[in-house]
Protein backbone atom coordinates (compact mmCIF):
# COMPACT_ATOMS: atom_id res chain seq x y z
CA UNK A 1 0.00 0.00 0.00
CA UNK A 2 2.43 2.37 0.90
CA UNK A 3 4.11 2.21 -2.71
CA UNK A 4 0.87 2.71 -4.34
CA UNK A 5 0.02 5.77 -1.93
CA UNK A 6 3.69 7.29 -3.47
CA UNK A 7 2.75 6.33 -6.79
CA UNK A 8 -0.53 8.14 -6.80
CA UNK A 9 1.18 11.02 -5.28
CA UNK A 10 3.59 11.18 -8.05
CA UNK A 11 1.40 11.46 -10.31
CA UNK A 12 -0.01 14.81 -8.58
CA UNK A 13 3.09 16.24 -10.20
CA UNK A 14 3.65 14.17 -13.11
CA UNK A 15 1.51 16.00 -16.16
CA UNK A 16 3.85 19.63 -15.88
CA UNK A 17 6.86 17.16 -16.03
CA UNK A 18 5.28 15.04 -19.09
CA UNK A 19 4.07 17.92 -20.88
CA UNK A 20 7.78 19.22 -20.98
CA UNK A 21 8.98 15.98 -22.28
CA UNK A 22 6.47 15.71 -24.99
CA UNK A 23 7.29 19.66 -26.19
CA UNK A 24 11.03 18.40 -26.30
CA UNK A 25 9.87 15.38 -27.99
CA UNK A 26 8.12 17.57 -30.54
CA UNK A 27 11.05 19.14 -31.59
CA UNK A 28 12.13 16.29 -33.99
CA UNK A 29 8.66 15.06 -34.17
CA UNK A 30 5.33 17.44 -34.09
CA UNK A 31 3.04 14.59 -33.97
CA UNK A 32 3.68 14.21 -30.34
CA UNK A 33 1.94 17.98 -29.70
CA UNK A 34 -1.13 16.50 -31.67
CA UNK A 35 -4.54 14.94 -30.08
CA UNK A 36 -3.26 16.50 -26.61
CA UNK A 37 -6.27 16.30 -24.97
CA UNK A 38 -5.98 12.93 -24.94
CA UNK A 39 -3.41 12.14 -23.07
CA UNK A 40 -4.67 13.80 -20.02
CA UNK A 41 -8.00 12.90 -19.31
CA UNK A 42 -9.81 15.70 -21.22
CA UNK A 43 -13.49 14.02 -22.02
CA UNK A 44 -13.66 13.09 -25.36
CA UNK A 45 -16.44 13.98 -27.63
CA UNK A 46 -18.18 10.98 -29.71
CA UNK A 47 -16.47 8.01 -27.52
CA UNK A 48 -17.60 3.89 -28.17
CA UNK A 49 -18.97 2.39 -25.46
CA UNK A 50 -19.42 -1.23 -24.38
CA UNK A 51 -15.73 -2.01 -26.53
CA UNK A 52 -13.46 -4.48 -26.63
CA UNK A 53 -9.83 -2.53 -25.71
CA UNK A 54 -6.88 -3.62 -27.26
CA UNK A 55 -3.69 -1.16 -26.08
CA UNK A 56 -0.53 -1.41 -27.96
CA UNK A 57 2.20 0.94 -27.16
CA UNK A 58 3.80 1.89 -30.47
CA UNK A 59 4.08 0.62 -33.57
CA UNK A 60 5.55 -3.14 -32.72
CA UNK A 61 2.60 -3.75 -30.29
CA UNK A 62 -0.14 -2.56 -32.62
CA UNK A 63 1.18 -4.89 -35.56
CA UNK A 64 1.19 -7.72 -33.28
CA UNK A 65 -2.30 -6.81 -31.85
CA UNK A 66 -3.39 -7.12 -35.84
CA UNK A 67 -4.09 -11.08 -35.98
CA UNK A 68 -5.52 -11.11 -32.53
CA UNK A 69 -8.14 -8.12 -33.29
CA UNK A 70 -8.74 -10.29 -36.56
CA UNK A 71 -9.15 -13.44 -34.69
CA UNK A 72 -12.22 -11.73 -32.01
CA UNK A 73 -13.60 -10.20 -34.57
CA UNK A 74 -14.23 -13.61 -36.68
CA UNK A 75 -15.37 -15.11 -32.95
CA UNK A 76 -17.51 -11.39 -32.03
CA UNK A 77 -18.81 -10.40 -35.09
CA UNK A 78 -20.97 -7.84 -33.22
CA UNK A 79 -18.59 -6.42 -31.21
CA UNK A 80 -17.09 -2.43 -31.51
CA UNK A 81 -13.08 -2.00 -31.36
CA UNK A 82 -11.39 0.20 -29.29
CA UNK A 83 -7.12 0.59 -30.16
CA UNK A 84 -5.06 2.61 -27.84
CA UNK A 85 -1.56 3.63 -27.94
CA UNK A 86 1.34 6.07 -26.55
CA UNK A 87 3.10 6.94 -29.39
CA UNK A 88 2.22 8.94 -32.36
CA UNK A 89 3.98 6.40 -34.57
CA UNK A 90 1.38 3.90 -33.05
CA UNK A 91 -1.33 5.94 -33.44
CA UNK A 92 -0.76 6.45 -37.24
CA UNK A 93 -0.23 2.61 -37.79
CA UNK A 94 -3.42 1.89 -35.72
CA UNK A 95 -5.43 4.11 -37.72
CA UNK A 96 -4.22 2.43 -40.85
CA UNK A 97 -4.55 -1.22 -39.52
CA UNK A 98 -7.61 -0.93 -37.79
CA UNK A 99 -10.29 2.14 -40.12
CA UNK A 100 -13.10 0.11 -38.83
CA UNK A 101 -12.15 1.11 -34.82
CA UNK A 102 -12.06 3.86 -32.92
CA UNK A 103 -8.75 4.73 -32.04
CA UNK A 104 -7.14 7.19 -29.65
CA UNK A 105 -4.05 8.33 -26.82
CA UNK A 106 -4.51 5.89 -23.78
CA UNK A 107 -4.37 8.33 -20.68
CA UNK A 108 -1.35 8.40 -18.41
CA UNK A 109 -1.79 6.84 -15.07
CA UNK A 110 -3.51 9.33 -13.12
CA UNK A 111 -6.27 7.85 -11.08
CA UNK A 112 -8.84 10.93 -12.44
CA UNK A 113 -7.70 10.36 -15.96
CA UNK A 114 -7.83 6.76 -15.72
CA UNK A 115 -11.60 7.10 -14.00
CA UNK A 116 -12.60 9.48 -16.95
CA UNK A 117 -11.49 7.10 -19.73
CA UNK A 118 -13.03 3.66 -17.95
CA UNK A 119 -16.79 5.78 -17.46
CA UNK A 120 -16.04 6.44 -21.10
CA UNK A 121 -15.58 3.91 -22.64
CA UNK A 122 -17.07 1.35 -20.17
CA UNK A 123 -14.88 -1.70 -21.74
CA UNK A 124 -16.12 -5.14 -21.61
CA UNK A 125 -12.60 -6.14 -21.93
CA UNK A 126 -8.83 -4.78 -21.77
CA UNK A 127 -5.94 -6.95 -23.71
CA UNK A 128 -2.51 -5.04 -23.10
CA UNK A 129 0.03 -6.27 -26.05
CA UNK A 130 3.04 -7.36 -24.38
CA UNK A 131 4.51 -5.91 -21.51
CA UNK A 132 2.57 -2.63 -20.15
CA UNK A 133 1.80 -2.57 -16.84
CA UNK A 134 -0.17 1.01 -15.68
CA UNK A 135 -0.83 0.60 -11.63
CA UNK A 136 -3.67 2.44 -11.05
CA UNK A 137 -5.37 1.47 -14.74
CA UNK A 138 -5.51 -2.37 -13.85
CA UNK A 139 -6.19 -1.59 -10.10
CA UNK A 140 -9.37 0.51 -11.20
CA UNK A 141 -10.52 -2.29 -14.06
CA UNK A 142 -10.55 -4.84 -11.41
CA UNK A 143 -12.40 -2.85 -8.89
CA UNK A 144 -14.89 -2.47 -11.36
CA UNK A 145 -14.68 -6.45 -12.75
CA UNK A 146 -13.59 -5.54 -16.18
CA UNK A 147 -11.61 -8.69 -16.95
CA UNK A 148 -7.89 -7.71 -18.21
CA UNK A 149 -5.47 -9.63 -20.19
CA UNK A 150 -1.50 -9.28 -20.71
CA UNK A 151 -1.51 -11.22 -24.42
CA UNK A 152 1.56 -11.70 -26.40
CA UNK A 153 3.31 -11.79 -22.65
CA UNK A 154 6.75 -11.14 -22.88
CA UNK A 155 9.00 -10.09 -19.59
CA UNK A 156 12.96 -10.09 -19.96
CA UNK A 157 14.87 -10.60 -17.83
CA UNK A 158 16.26 -7.15 -17.36
CA UNK A 159 12.48 -5.99 -17.00
CA UNK A 160 12.29 -8.52 -14.32
CA UNK A 161 14.74 -7.22 -12.26
CA UNK A 162 13.16 -3.50 -12.70
CA UNK A 163 9.84 -4.91 -11.41
CA UNK A 164 11.50 -7.10 -8.38
CA UNK A 165 12.88 -4.03 -7.15
CA UNK A 166 9.55 -2.18 -6.95
CA UNK A 167 7.69 -5.19 -6.14
CA UNK A 168 5.75 -3.29 -3.75
CA UNK A 169 3.95 -1.60 -6.97
CA UNK A 170 4.06 -3.85 -9.18
CA UNK A 171 3.44 -7.12 -7.57
CA UNK A 172 0.31 -6.18 -7.15
CA UNK A 173 -0.60 -5.09 -10.27
CA UNK A 174 0.40 -7.98 -11.94
CA UNK A 175 -1.87 -10.10 -9.92
CA UNK A 176 -4.55 -7.85 -10.98
CA UNK A 177 -4.68 -9.14 -14.49
CA UNK A 178 -7.15 -11.96 -14.98
CA UNK A 179 -5.15 -13.81 -17.50
CA UNK A 180 -1.49 -13.57 -19.25
CA UNK A 181 -0.57 -15.37 -22.67
CA UNK A 182 3.07 -15.61 -22.41
CA UNK A 183 5.25 -15.83 -25.46
CA UNK A 184 7.24 -18.48 -24.06
CA UNK A 185 7.82 -20.85 -20.97
CA UNK A 186 10.70 -18.78 -20.21
CA UNK A 187 8.37 -15.54 -20.44
CA UNK A 188 5.58 -17.48 -18.17
CA UNK A 189 8.73 -18.25 -15.23
CA UNK A 190 9.67 -14.48 -15.11
CA UNK A 191 5.56 -13.11 -15.27
CA UNK A 192 4.59 -15.49 -12.39
CA UNK A 193 7.76 -14.06 -10.26
CA UNK A 194 6.84 -10.73 -11.65
CA UNK A 195 3.12 -11.45 -9.50
CA UNK A 196 1.16 -12.76 -11.97
CA UNK A 197 -1.06 -15.37 -10.87
CA UNK A 198 -2.97 -16.98 -14.01
CA UNK A 199 -0.18 -17.69 -17.08
CA UNK A 200 -0.50 -19.86 -20.23
CA UNK A 201 1.68 -20.00 -23.06
CA UNK A 202 0.18 -19.23 -26.17
CA UNK A 203 3.10 -18.56 -28.48
CA UNK A 204 3.77 -15.01 -30.56
CA UNK A 205 1.07 -13.56 -32.90
CA UNK A 206 3.83 -11.67 -34.69
CA UNK A 207 4.46 -14.94 -36.66
CA UNK A 208 0.95 -14.79 -37.79
CA UNK A 209 1.65 -11.59 -39.80
CA UNK A 210 2.58 -12.43 -43.11
CA UNK A 211 3.28 -10.01 -45.44
CA UNK A 212 -0.43 -8.20 -47.24
CA UNK A 213 -1.11 -7.11 -50.65
CA UNK A 214 -0.50 -3.31 -50.31
CA UNK A 215 3.07 -4.23 -48.98
CA UNK A 216 3.17 -6.59 -51.82
CA UNK A 217 2.41 -3.89 -54.11
CA UNK A 218 4.78 -1.31 -52.37
CA UNK A 219 7.75 -3.41 -52.40
CA UNK A 220 7.12 -4.19 -56.39
CA UNK A 221 7.22 -0.73 -56.66
CA UNK A 222 10.39 -0.48 -54.82
CA UNK A 223 11.69 -2.97 -57.01
CA UNK A 224 10.75 -1.17 -60.21
CA UNK A 225 12.65 2.14 -58.59
CA UNK A 226 15.86 -0.20 -57.75
CA UNK A 227 15.96 -2.42 -60.43
CA UNK A 228 18.12 -5.10 -61.04
CA UNK A 229 20.49 -4.63 -57.98
CA UNK A 230 21.05 -6.38 -55.23
CA UNK A 231 19.78 -4.89 -52.01
CA UNK A 232 20.51 -5.21 -48.39
CA UNK A 233 18.21 -3.81 -46.30
CA UNK A 234 18.61 -2.63 -42.26
CA UNK A 235 15.30 -2.11 -40.85
CA UNK A 236 14.75 -0.05 -38.00
CA UNK A 237 17.96 1.20 -37.00
CA UNK A 238 18.09 2.70 -33.36
CA UNK A 239 19.91 4.91 -31.52
CA UNK A 240 21.55 4.21 -27.51
CA UNK A 241 23.62 6.75 -25.73
CA UNK A 242 24.96 8.72 -28.65
CA UNK A 243 25.53 5.48 -30.41
CA UNK A 244 23.96 5.68 -33.83
CA UNK A 245 23.15 2.08 -35.36
CA UNK A 246 23.38 3.27 -39.03
CA UNK A 247 26.35 5.17 -38.31
CA UNK A 248 28.14 1.84 -37.62
CA UNK A 249 26.69 0.23 -40.50
CA UNK A 250 27.54 2.70 -43.04
CA UNK A 251 31.22 2.87 -41.78
CA UNK A 252 31.40 -0.96 -42.05
CA UNK A 253 30.04 -0.88 -45.22
CA UNK A 254 32.54 1.46 -46.50
CA UNK A 255 35.31 -0.48 -45.74
CA UNK A 256 34.12 -3.20 -48.29
CA UNK A 257 33.84 -3.11 -52.21
CA UNK A 258 29.80 -3.59 -52.25
CA UNK A 259 29.98 -3.57 -56.09
CA UNK A 260 26.57 -1.91 -57.29
CA UNK A 261 24.51 -3.56 -54.19
CA UNK A 262 22.24 -0.91 -53.16
CA UNK A 263 22.10 -0.33 -48.78
CA UNK A 264 18.66 0.46 -48.02
CA UNK A 265 18.60 1.63 -44.09
CA UNK A 266 15.36 2.49 -42.25
CA UNK A 267 15.03 4.45 -39.38
CA UNK A 268 12.48 3.37 -36.41
CA UNK A 269 12.07 7.11 -35.84
CA UNK A 270 10.78 9.46 -37.61
CA UNK A 271 13.53 11.93 -35.97
CA UNK A 272 16.06 9.99 -37.12
CA UNK A 273 15.40 9.90 -41.36
CA UNK A 274 17.74 13.19 -41.97
CA UNK A 275 20.37 12.08 -39.52
CA UNK A 276 20.34 9.01 -41.30
CA UNK A 277 20.55 10.76 -44.85
CA UNK A 278 23.19 12.89 -43.69
CA UNK A 279 25.07 10.28 -42.26
CA UNK A 280 25.53 8.31 -45.46
CA UNK A 281 26.60 11.89 -47.30
CA UNK A 282 29.29 12.47 -44.50
CA UNK A 283 30.32 8.99 -44.85
CA UNK A 284 31.23 10.03 -48.70
CA UNK A 285 27.96 8.03 -50.01
CA UNK A 286 25.90 8.66 -52.80
CA UNK A 287 22.33 8.83 -51.29
CA UNK A 288 18.84 9.57 -52.12
CA UNK A 289 15.11 8.93 -49.71
CA UNK A 290 12.55 7.23 -50.22
CA UNK A 291 10.11 10.30 -49.91
CA UNK A 292 11.70 11.51 -52.94
CA UNK A 293 9.26 9.50 -54.79
CA UNK A 294 12.19 9.04 -57.52
CA UNK A 295 14.19 5.93 -59.27
CA UNK A 296 17.24 5.21 -57.11
CA UNK A 297 20.22 6.42 -59.94
CA UNK A 298 22.49 4.04 -60.67
CA UNK A 299 25.00 5.30 -59.14
CA UNK A 300 23.45 5.80 -55.67
CA UNK A 301 24.56 3.67 -53.00
CA UNK A 302 22.70 4.14 -50.15
CA UNK A 303 18.73 4.45 -50.14
CA UNK A 304 17.02 6.21 -47.27
CA UNK A 305 13.35 4.67 -45.87
CA UNK A 306 12.31 7.63 -44.79
CA UNK A 307 8.49 6.68 -44.49
CA UNK A 308 6.56 4.64 -42.16
CA UNK A 309 4.80 1.75 -42.27
CA UNK A 310 6.51 0.41 -44.88
CA UNK A 311 9.21 -1.68 -43.07
CA UNK A 312 7.29 -5.04 -45.06
CA UNK A 313 7.65 -3.93 -48.27
CA UNK A 314 11.47 -2.94 -47.69
CA UNK A 315 11.53 -6.61 -46.70
CA UNK A 316 10.42 -8.03 -49.38
CA UNK A 317 12.20 -6.52 -52.24
CA UNK A 318 15.62 -7.13 -49.76
CA UNK A 319 18.21 -9.87 -50.76
CA UNK A 320 19.58 -9.53 -47.54
CA UNK A 321 18.10 -8.31 -44.13
CA UNK A 322 19.60 -6.99 -40.98
CA UNK A 323 17.07 -6.13 -37.72
CA UNK A 324 17.98 -2.71 -36.17
CA UNK A 325 18.27 -2.23 -32.75
CA UNK A 326 20.89 -5.13 -32.32
CA UNK A 327 24.16 -3.16 -32.63
CA UNK A 328 22.98 -0.67 -30.38
CA UNK A 329 21.77 -2.35 -26.53
CA UNK A 330 18.20 -1.52 -27.54
CA UNK A 331 17.11 -5.36 -27.05
CA UNK A 332 16.09 -6.38 -31.06
CA UNK A 333 13.29 -4.90 -33.28
CA UNK A 334 11.10 -7.52 -34.60
CA UNK A 335 13.03 -10.13 -36.39
CA UNK A 336 10.59 -12.45 -37.47
CA UNK A 337 9.62 -9.51 -39.84
CA UNK A 338 12.25 -10.46 -42.63
CA UNK A 339 12.26 -14.31 -41.92
CA UNK A 340 8.37 -14.16 -42.41
CA UNK A 341 9.44 -12.48 -46.03
CA UNK A 342 11.42 -15.25 -47.03
CA UNK A 343 15.03 -12.83 -46.65
CA UNK A 344 18.06 -14.41 -45.72
CA UNK A 345 18.29 -12.57 -41.88
CA UNK A 346 21.39 -11.00 -39.96
CA UNK A 347 20.78 -9.55 -36.14
CA UNK A 348 23.44 -8.65 -33.78
CA UNK A 349 24.37 -9.19 -30.10
CA UNK A 350 21.21 -7.27 -28.48
CA UNK A 351 18.50 -9.40 -28.59
CA UNK A 352 16.55 -9.67 -25.00
CA UNK A 353 13.53 -7.69 -27.16
CA UNK A 354 13.08 -11.19 -29.51
CA UNK A 355 15.20 -14.11 -27.25
CA UNK A 356 13.57 -16.73 -27.72
CA UNK A 357 12.52 -16.26 -31.62
CA UNK A 358 16.41 -14.77 -32.44
CA UNK A 359 18.06 -17.81 -30.82
CA UNK A 360 15.31 -20.43 -32.49
CA UNK A 361 15.87 -18.72 -35.51
CA UNK A 362 19.52 -18.66 -35.25
CA UNK A 363 19.46 -22.82 -33.94
CA UNK A 364 17.60 -23.68 -37.01
CA UNK A 365 19.24 -21.94 -39.62
CA UNK A 366 16.45 -19.21 -39.88
CA UNK A 367 18.56 -16.44 -39.75
CA UNK A 368 22.51 -15.63 -38.36
CA UNK A 369 23.81 -13.71 -35.70
CA UNK A 370 26.24 -11.37 -35.83
CA UNK A 371 28.14 -9.41 -33.22
CA UNK A 372 29.89 -6.29 -34.94
CA UNK A 373 28.83 -4.13 -37.48
CA UNK A 374 32.46 -5.67 -39.60
CA UNK A 375 31.20 -8.84 -38.79
CA UNK A 376 27.49 -7.58 -40.37
CA UNK A 377 29.48 -6.15 -43.80
CA UNK A 378 31.75 -9.28 -43.94
CA UNK A 379 29.01 -11.55 -43.85
CA UNK A 380 26.93 -9.40 -46.79
CA UNK A 381 29.12 -9.77 -48.85
CA UNK A 382 29.92 -13.46 -48.56
CA UNK A 383 26.10 -13.79 -49.08
CA UNK A 384 25.86 -11.26 -52.04
CA UNK A 385 28.73 -13.53 -53.48
CA UNK A 386 27.28 -16.48 -52.78
CA UNK A 387 22.92 -17.55 -54.24
CA UNK A 388 23.02 -21.20 -52.70
CA UNK A 389 23.72 -19.91 -49.29
CA UNK A 390 20.81 -17.71 -49.33
CA UNK A 391 18.64 -19.72 -50.86
CA UNK A 392 19.24 -22.13 -47.93
CA UNK A 393 18.70 -19.34 -45.65
CA UNK A 394 15.16 -18.94 -47.04
CA UNK A 395 14.15 -22.92 -46.57
CA UNK A 396 14.64 -22.98 -43.79
CA UNK A 397 13.14 -19.64 -42.70
CA UNK A 398 9.70 -20.69 -44.06
CA UNK A 399 9.41 -24.26 -42.01
CA UNK A 400 10.66 -21.77 -39.05
CA UNK A 401 7.40 -19.50 -39.65
CA UNK A 402 5.48 -22.18 -40.58
CA UNK A 403 5.99 -24.01 -36.98
CA UNK A 404 5.47 -20.93 -35.08
CA UNK A 405 2.25 -20.03 -36.75
CA UNK A 406 -1.16 -20.35 -34.80
CA UNK A 407 -0.67 -17.96 -31.48
CA UNK A 408 -3.22 -15.81 -32.39
CA UNK A 409 -5.99 -18.19 -32.42
CA UNK A 410 -5.23 -19.64 -29.80
CA UNK A 411 -5.58 -16.03 -27.81
CA UNK A 412 -8.70 -14.92 -29.46
CA UNK A 413 -10.13 -18.13 -28.29
CA UNK A 414 -8.55 -17.57 -24.52
CA UNK A 415 -9.94 -14.18 -24.53
CA UNK A 416 -13.51 -15.44 -25.66
CA UNK A 417 -13.81 -17.54 -22.80
CA UNK A 418 -12.75 -14.86 -20.14
CA UNK A 419 -15.36 -13.08 -21.47
CA UNK A 420 -18.00 -15.53 -21.43
CA UNK A 421 -17.42 -16.41 -18.00
CA UNK A 422 -17.09 -12.95 -16.78
CA UNK A 423 -20.51 -12.17 -17.97
Not at 229 to 242: A, F, I, L, W
Not at 343 to 355: K, R, W
Amino acid sequence: MMWRGLYRVLWWFAPPVIRRYLRRRARGNAAYLEHWDERFGVPKADVWRDVIWIHAVSVGETNAALPIVRALQTRLPESRFLITQMTPTGRDTAQRLFPEAQCRYLPYDKPEYVRQFLDEHAPRIGVFMETEIWANLLHACAQRRIPTVLANARLSEKSLRGYVRAAGLFRPAFAALSLVLAQTEADKTRLETAGARLVAVSGNSKYDLPPNAAAQATAELFRQRIGQRPVVVCGSTREKNGTDEAQLLLDAWRQHDAGHALLVIVPRHPERFQAAFEAAQQAGFTAQKRSDNAPVAADTQVWIGDSMGELFAYYLCADIAFVGGSLVDTGCQNVIEPIACGVPTLFGFSTYNFAAACAAAAETGAARQVHTAEEWAQVCHSWLGNDAARHSVVGRARGFIARHAGASEKMADAMVHLLQSAA
